[in-house]
Structures are given as structure tokens and as C-alpha cells.
């Protein structure tokens, strides 16, 4: 009973993380980047849980080029776009 309690729960939660995840690529609709906020708000979930959510499927692979900015503010959809933003960031910060 408890194995299937375990099975029953992990199931839920990878179906929950697969409906965020489709709910962030309708948000995102095409661009390159995105505030995390935006897709916290989308979501309906705490800005903290949706930076370590989109972690995880960054590590999984389920975003291919994406990487969170140094400040977990930012998603960068492509290797291209966060280089730019690299590259002009510390000109700003300076």
C-alpha cells in the first residue's frame, strides 16, 4: 500500500511539473527571454519555487539552451541571448 501511495504522489507531481511546464512555454510564446515573475504570476506559485522549478528542468534537459541569470531573475531561452546579456550586464553594473 505505501508503494503505491509513493507511485501515486510521484505521478501527481510529475504531471504537475508537465502542465507548468506547458503553461511556461505559452507564456514565453516565442521570445528569448522572460522575468521570472511573469511566470510565477502565470503559474499561480511563489517566485522561489518557480526559480528552483525551472532549474530542475533546465538539468533535465527539458529546456534545451535555457539558463537562469546569475540574480534569478532573468530566463534566457537560447545560449545567444544570455551571451548578450552577459557581455552588456557587467558594462551596466559598473
Known amino acids: 500500500i505505501v508503494l503505491l501511495l509513493f507511485i501515486g ?3 501527481r507531481m510529475i504531471r504537475s511539473r508537465a502542465k507548468r511546464f506547458n503553461k511556461y512555454k505559452e507564456v514565453l510564446a516565442g521570445r528569448e ?3 521570472i515573475k511573469e511566470l510565477a504570476q502565470a503559474v499561480d506559485r511563489r ?3 518557480v526559480v528552483k522549478d525551472l532549474k530542475y528542468m533546465i ?3 527539458w ?3 535555457a539558463h537562469v541569470d546569475t540574480q534569478d531573475k ?3 531561452l537560447t545560449d545567444i541571448m544570455y551571451e548578450q546579456y552577459t557581455l552588456v550586464v557587467p558594462k551596466i553594473n559598473m
Open 74 to 76: 532573468y530566463l534566457f
Open 63 to 65: 529546456f534545451l539552451q
Open 33 to 35: 527571454f522572460c522575468d
Open 47 to 49: 517566485y522561489e519555487f
Open 59 to 61: 538539468e533535465r534537459r
Open 9 to 11: 504522489v510521484k505521478g
